[in-house]
């Protein structure tokens, strides 16, 4: 994921701006691992292999 792309995500619940916090990213500085957290609803969203996951926790368990 790259950087710039803080300048356009948002929470997804109530598109307030998001925290990055990078774990780990490649060698062209991007994130691969890390998360977005938003302050304001106290929820965190991970990046996986440089993929943002921005589902409300709510819709991100998938059950059976
Ligand atoms: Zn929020």
Known sequence: MKKEL??????????????????????????????LYCGKCDLQYPIDDGIPNLLPPELRQSSD
């Open 6 to 35: 803080m300048d356009i995500l948002a929470c997804p619940m109530c598109k307030g701006d998001l925290e990055l916090s990078i774990e780990a990213e490649d060698e062209k500085g991007e994130v691969v691992v890390g998360s």
